[in-house]
């Protein structure tokens, strides 16, 4: 998979945060309740470990890092370990700033809408986070399955470029916490994000 598509789309999704306020016996648990509890998220800040794997790659890589999210469009993560990276989005734009071990960096701005599949993946990952199902709907199928104390939602791309990269995104988790955020690639590439919260709001 292309590293670029695979670097924005997993500092996208691994933001996905949920500020769940309760479900009562008579709430209808589906994903527009989801979206509804998406939406009232206004700001984030959390760590993460993540996990990749490739066929290209001996052994797996390990990422360590930290993320921020602020509504309705903005995502920022900050690679830590084992390398330095910065990727921001914000609308239609992404900079994506590289700093070496001497401190030396580079720089890399360009809008979304420039690349089509790029620009479908995140634009259906912004209408996540900000919980909205129709937006959401146009670009992904949605499969919600468990409950409130132990749910997953699975996303399968509509658009057949898109799936052509990415194959399906599986998001775990319980109450208000997602747990686990994992990619599959077209090629076989696979990630796991593990998430842990600092703020939210």
Known sequence: MNSLI???????I??????YQG????????????????????????????HRTSAFLVDEIMLTGRMVYLAPDRIEKFVETPFVENIKIHGDKITIEKISARGGSTLQSFSLSSIEALN???????????????ALTDNYDIELSGDILNWSVLLTPKNPEVSGVIERIAVS???SK?????????DGDE??????????K
């Open 191 to 200: 990630s796991r994000l593990n998430l842990s919260y600092q703020m939210m």
């Open 173 to 175: 988790g319980s109450d």
């Open 14 to 19: 691994g933001l996905v945060f949920i500020d």
């Open 178 to 186: 997602i747990k686990v955020i994992e990619t599959y690639d077209a």
């Open 6 to 12: 695979r670097r924005c789309l997993v500092a996208s």
């Open 23 to 50: 479900v009562s016996a008579q709430t209808v648990w589906d994903a527009k309740s989801l979206m509804r509890t998406l939406a009232e998220v206004k700001e984030a800040q959390l760590t993460f470990v993540e």
């Open 120 to 134: 479908t993946t995140v634009a259906g990952i912004q209408a996540t986070l900000s919980g909205n199902f129709n």
